[in-house]
Structure formats: C-alpha cells, structure tokens
C-alpha cells in the first residue's frame, strides 16, 4: 500500500479529457505545493511532467495540467491521445524524515 | 540532454551482495542531490535513498537502513548504491534519479533489475 492513494486505472476516449487524482494527509500533498507527476512507458524512464503542483517542465504539452485541493492533488489530461496511454504516479513533499511520497500508480487506457 | 543510466542489476541469492552504479551526464553532477527509487514487481514506487550534492548527507527508507549504502563520485559523475545481507524483499527495478527541489525528481534512468533467489 502506497502513502498516497492513486485510482489503479482510469479510461477515456480519444480527444476526451481525464483527472487523476492523489490524496494525502495535511503532511504531505496539503501542506506544501511540491506536488510532482511523472509519466511512465513501461520499459522507458519515467518522465517529469508536472512540478509544483502545477508546473509544466519545458517540452511537456500543454494537454497536460496540475491542480490542488485540500489534500487532494489531480493531473489532468486533456484531448487524449494514444500516445497518452501509460502509467502516471504521482510525489509529495513530506515533513517526515524520509522526505517524499509516492503514490501507487494509475494506469491510464485510451480506448 | 541529461542521461542516467543504470548497470549492475543481477541474480543473487538471500544474503549476497551487489553494486549498482549510475552513470550521469548532461548536467552539473555535483550540484544536485541524487536518489534510488524501486518499484517491486506489481508494486508501487518505494524511495530507498539519497545523497547531497557534495556526498555529505546521506538518507535512507528504514527497509534498508544498515544493509546499503549509498555513495557518490563527482569526479566521475557516478552514483553507487552498495546492497548487502539481500533479502527477497529486496526484488525490484531500481531506479537511479535526478533530484530537482524539495521531494520532487527531474530526471529518472530506465533502471536495473535487482533478483534474489536461491
């Protein structure tokens, strides 16, 4: 069990829009905005696709983007693409000694 | 264009020993804080350890506390990560990883696998 929840799977339609979200604790996801989602290819390196919440890094489509509430963090992918098909984890800053938290994965289908 | 990648990922039994290294390029590799992420098969990701950027501070996650230690050569842009008294457990695909800021990684290699059997 991961210590943040993520849905194991969620589906949509091409050009659809989906929402992945993350929840914490208020010491973690809700109390700092160091929220970051990656985007995993299985057998490739995860890449970075959001930070601080809801920062893009350079390069990274604008399909995708973060938000947060309370101690919920959410991606969202808009107009799907199936190239958009993989799976998407998210991290939190903590104040626990350990420092991050991951969330346990969400596998995105395009059907 | 920073490049991470993995070696020394192998088939060891319970309480044998490896070493995995990351070779890194593409980036000042001295400035930044370095980690080792694994994911156990049909797990989620686990953070295992970090170092700073100048070697002088060192973290781990308490399933490994004692048994690996993690170390850095900025001369040689390599991140080391010596795993001892392996346990099954200890199966994953091991990540080295780029820290950016405050919990948050830029910058992840594809990984090396890690196997205990006897």
């Known amino acids: 069990q991961s210590d943040l929840t993520q849905p194991a799977s969620v589906s949509g339609s091409p050009g659809q829009s989906i929402t992945i979200p993350c929840t914490g604790t208020?010491?973690?996801?809700?109390?700092?905005?160091?929220v970051s989602w990656y985007q995993h290819h299985p057998g490739k390196a995860p890449k970075h696709i959001i930070y601080?919440?809801?920062e893009r890094p350079s390069g990274v489509s604008h399909r995708f983007s973060g938000s947060k509430s309370g101690n919920t963090a959410s991606l969202t992918i808009s107009g799907l693409q199936a190239e958009d098909e993989a799976d998407y984890f998210c991290?939190?800053?903590?104040?626990?000694?350990?420092?991050?938290?991951f969330g346990g994965g969400t596998k995105v289908t395009v059907l | 264009e920073v490049q991470l990648v993995e070696s020394g990922g192998d088939l060891v039994q319970p309480g044998g020993s490896l070493r995995l290294s990351c070779s890194a390029s593409?980036?000042?590799?001295?400035?930044?804080?370095m980690h080792w992420v694994r994911q156990a098969p049909g797990k989620g990701l686990e953070y295992v350890s970090g170092?700073?950027?100048?070697?002088?501070?060192?973290y781990y996650a308490d399933s490994v506390k004692g048994r690996f230690t993690i170390s850095r050569d900025n001369s040689r842009n390599t991140l080391y990560f010596e795993m001892s008294s392996l346990r099954t457990e200890d199966v994953a695909m091991y990540y080295c990883?780029?820290?950016?800021?405050?919990?948050?990684?830029?910058?992840w290699g594809q990984g090396t696998l890690v196997a205990v059997s006897s």
């Open positions: 990883v780029k820290g950016y800021s405050y919990g948050q990684f830029d910058y």
């Open positions: 593409g980036f000042t590799f001295s400035n930044y804080a």
């Open positions: 170092v700073s950027g100048n070697g002088g501070s060192t």
């Open positions: 208020s010491s973690d996801v809700g109390g700092y905005n160091y």
């Open positions: 601080d919440v809801s």
């Open positions: 991290t939190s800053y903590t104040s626990t000694s350990i420092r991050v938290l």
